[in-house]
């Protein structure tokens, strides 16, 4: 018998960890096809039948189930004999379509492991069904589930990384675990409908790391629902990391930020190096009355005070929040935004409500009078709270927020210019200043941005010298190389870089005067120098005194 298992993957550098779980965890012999969603349905379609497969199992999620159902019928219609099984959290809850619709024979729920090996028993050798934990099948036109089943010895299971032999690991992110489960019970997410959280022993999730940092992998993402769920293991493997003195890898992890125990934000202040740990903190609402409609419960000011607090360290903090939730209008969003905006994480993610099925909220969606997509991503359209108006000026924020904050080009004038301020309306203005002007916020350089915002102060009559400033120190700032200027250069610009040289000879006065851009800021000047990838950006406060360096 011949086994294929696919997996359609939202790009190149994101492998499909499930499927590898699967082929690690099974004696009999699989084989694993890899495709990305910009794939089409012929080149999948062919490509997965030219291995005369008996058997071909796809993970369905959310990113590429429209995709996988034009697939299905296509196999269907092209080879009927071939048995189909479906796993992942999109066909998990809600599966009675796949049955009579014919697109599947058999359906793995939640954990696969042990249930994909036995299923694969049972084919191989005749024997009945009825055995395999967490499945579904159909008989006698009858679709029938078995009971569910947990793996409470998640160490039993084995390594995928380090049983299958993987090709280009150095251009992919690793995807790695340290626990499953979900503490937490929020409405909106499947994590809530797994119960407990079971944890993989840190030795074997030291060694994992270690052998793909062998291999090259450069970027590891843990897919923990709440990594610091176990606040000891979670300090433990962060410490071995950092012990590692890794150069150029970045680990990202989901944590939960109300519950961070001091002693944990101190351990990291004090020894997380610069750009090697990177964490992603679900705020959603600070909207008590919201939080506690999706069973959300945590401590909001606790929560924002332990942001404050990791700032102080060199960790990565990319924030997010959904728009969209029941209870929450236009209103009581926007003070979620500016309050959590006014933290100056390195990202904020502006997300919407997403509907997934199997969910509490998905079954309260008529309760609650929502509306939404009826195809993935399931995205909020309106509900009784808040109109499809009002959530298309949240987008049109989000677009905003995207291309001059979170893209990192201008941190230093969007500080200056939203610290205290009602920075949803900044943005939201400045959305439409760019359709008034007809910009595209698809194709631009970067140099546009920082004229197209100079021409959107200039006409709300807030330019000043000192956002001038800020404006040319974050655009040298960003530039590896010698950048082409929006702004002229200082008449005195080479007594300026001679006056510097006097106090300062590292750098020849030739150099200087071919690789240096020199421009007014605040009540000085800014040299910023520019030679085979060396750049040095100083501050001179006049044109006689060094004044500090950056």
Same mark, same amino acid.
């Given at each position: 018998?011949?086994?294929?298992?696919?997996?359609?993957?939202?790009?190149? %550098?994101?492998?499909?960890?499930?499927?590898?779980?699967?082929?690690? !965890?099974?004696?009999?012999?699989?084989?694993?096809?890899?495709?990305?969603?910009?794939?089409?349905? /012929?080149?999948?379609?062919?490509?997965?039948?030219?291995? +005369?497969?008996?058997?071909?199992?796809?993970?369905?999620?959310?990113?590429?189930?429209?995709? %996988?159902?034009?697939?299905? +019928?296509?196999?269907?219609?092209?080879?009927?004999?071939?048995?189909?099984?479906?796993?992942? *959290?999109?066909?998990?809850?809600? &599966?009675?379509?796949?049955?009579?619709?014919?697109?599947?024979?058999?359906?793995?729920?939640?954990?696969?492991?042990?249930?994909?090996?036995?299923?694969?028993?049972?084919?191989?050798?005749?024997?009945?069904?009825?055995?395999?934990?967490?499945?579904? &099948?159909?008989?006698?036109?009858?679709?029938?589930?078995? *009971?569910?089943?947990?793996?409470?010895?998640?160490?039993?299971?084995?390594?995928?990384?380090?049983?299958?032999?993987?090709?280009?690991?150095?251009?992919?992110?690793?995807?790695?675990?340290?626990?499953?489960?979900?503490?937490?019970?929020?409405?909106?997410?499947?994590?809530?409908?797994?119960?407990?959280?079971?944890?993989?022993?840190?030795?074997?999730?030291?060694?994992?790391?270690?052998?793909?940092?062998? /291999?090259?992998?450069?970027?590891?993402?843990?897919?923990?629902?709440?990594?610091?769920?176990?606040?000891?293991?979670?300090?433990?493997?962060?410490?071995?990391?950092?012990?590692?003195?890794?150069?150029?890898?970045?680990?990202?992890?989901?944590?939960?930020?109300?519950?961070?125990?001091?002693?944990?934000?101190?351990?990291?202040?004090?020894?997380?190096?610069?750009?090697?740990?990177?964490?992603?903190?679900?705020?959603?609402?600070? #909207?008590?009355?919201?939080?506690?409609?999706?069973?959300?419960?945590?401590?909001?000011?606790?929560?924002?005070?332990?942001?404050?607090?990791?700032?102080?360290?060199?960790?990565?903090?990319?924030?997010?929040?959904?728009?969209?939730?029941?209870?929450? #209008? $236009?209103?009581?969003?926007?003070?979620?935004?500016?309050?959590?905006?006014?933290?100056?994480?390195?990202?904020?993610?502006?997300?919407?409500?997403?509907?997934?099925?199997?969910?509490?909220?998905? !079954? +309260?969606?008529?309760?609650?009078?929502?509306?939404?997509?009826?195809?993935? *991503?399931?995205?909020?359209?309106?509900?009784?709270?808040?109109?499809?108006?009002?959530?298309?000026?949240?987008?049109?924020?989000?677009?905003? $927020?995207?291309?001059?904050?979170?893209?990192?080009?201008?941190?230093?004038?969007?500080?200056?210019?939203?610290?205290?301020?009602?920075?949803?309306?900044?943005?939201?203005?400045?959305?439409?200043?760019?359709?008034?002007?007809?910009?595209?916020?698809?194709? &631009?350089?970067?140099?546009?941005?920082?004229?197209?915002?100079?021409?959107?102060? +200039?006409?709300? !009559?807030?330019?000043?010298?000192?956002?001038?400033?800020?404006?040319?120190?974050?655009?040298? !700032?960003?530039? *590896?190389?010698?950048?082409?200027?929006?702004?002229?250069?200082?008449?005195?610009?080479?007594?300026?870089?001679?006056?510097?040289?006097?106090?300062?000879?590292?750098?020849?006065?030739?150099?200087?005067? /071919?690789?240096?851009?020199?421009?007014?800021?605040?009540?000085?000047?800014?040299?910023?120098? &520019?030679?085979?990838?060396?750049?040095?950006?100083?501050?001179?406060?006049?044109?006689? #005194? $060094?004044?500090?360096?950056?």
């Amino acid at each position: 018998m011949k086994t294929i298992l696919v997996g359609i993957n939202a790009k190149y %550098i994101h492998p499909n960890l499930a499927i590898r779980y699967l082929k690690a !965890n099974t004696t009999y012999p699989v084989e694993i096809l890899e495709f990305n969603i910009k794939d089409s349905i /012929k080149t999948i379609t062919k490509r997965c039948l030219e291995e +005369k497969p008996d058997l071909i199992g796809f993970s369905v999620y959310i990113w590429n189930i429209n995709l %996988i159902n034009q697939v299905l +019928k296509e196999i269907r219609r092209l080879s009927i004999k071939t048995k189909i099984l479906l796993g992942g *959290p999109e066909v998990s809850y809600v &599966y009675d379509y796949y049955f009579t619709n014919r697109l599947t024979d058999y359906l793995i729920i939640n954990e696969g492991e042990k249930a994909f090996h036995l299923l694969l028993e049972a084919l191989d050798k005749g024997t009945d069904f009825s055995q395999i934990p967490n499945f579904v &099948y159909q008989k006698n036109h009858q679709i029938i589930k078995t *009971p569910s089943h947990v793996i409470e010895n998640l160490d039993a299971l084995k390594d995928p990384y380090t049983t299958i032999d993987e090709t280009d690991i150095h251009h992919k992110i690793q995807y790695v675990e340290l626990s499953r489960g979900c503490p937490y019970q929020c409405s909106y997410c499947l994590a809530s409908l797994e119960k407990g959280v079971r944890f993989f022993s840190l030795e074997r999730v030291k060694q994992t790391i270690q052998y793909l940092v062998n /291999k090259g992998a450069k970027t590891f993402k843990f897919l923990d629902r709440s990594f610091n769920a176990n606040h000891k293991l979670a300090q433990e493997l962060l410490s071995f990391i950092i012990s590692q003195h890794y150069q150029d890898i970045v680990f990202q992890f989901e944590i939960n930020g109300d519950v961070l125990k001091d002693s944990f934000i101190d351990f990291l202040i004090e020894n997380v190096p610069e750009n090697l740990i990177r964490f992603e903190l679900g705020i959603q609402s600070t #909207n008590d009355e919201v939080n506690h409609a999706v069973r959300r419960y945590q401590d909001t000011n606790k929560l924002i005070e332990n942001i404050q607090k990791l700032k102080q360290s060199h960790v990565v903090l990319h924030l997010d929040l959904i728009a969209g939730l029941p209870l929450e #209008n $236009l209103t009581s969003f926007k003070k979620t935004f500016n309050t959590i905006y006014q933290l100056f994480g390195d990202e904020l993610q502006l997300g919407f409500l997403k509907v997934l099925k199997g969910t509490d909220i998905y !079954n +309260k969606a008529q309760f609650y009078h929502i509306n939404y997509q009826s195809q993935a *991503p399931y995205e909020i359209i309106e509900s009784q709270y808040i109109s499809r108006d009002e959530l298309n000026i949240i987008h049109q924020v989000e677009i905003m $927020l995207n291309i001059y904050w979170n893209k990192g080009f201008m941190p230093r004038s969007m500080i200056y210019l939203t610290k205290n301020k009602d920075a949803f309306s900044f943005f939201l203005e400045l959305y439409h200043f760019y359709e008034e002007n007809q910009y595209s916020t698809l194709r &631009y350089g970067l140099i546009d941005l920082f004229t197209r915002l100079i021409d959107f102060l +200039k006409q709300k !009559n807030i330019y000043n010298h000192t956002i001038e400033s800020y404006l040319k120190y974050d655009y040298l !700032n960003h530039h *590896p190389i010698k950048p082409k200027i929006f702004w002229q250069h200082p008449h005195n610009k080479n007594d300026i870089l001679r006056n510097y040289y006097q106090t300062n000879q590292s750098i020849p006065i030739d150099a200087l005067y /071919k690789h240096s851009i020199v421009t007014k800021y605040l009540n000085g000047y800014l040299i910023a120098y &520019y030679e085979k990838h060396h750049k040095m950006i100083t501050f001179l406060k006049d044109e006689k #005194n $060094l004044c500090s360096k950056s």
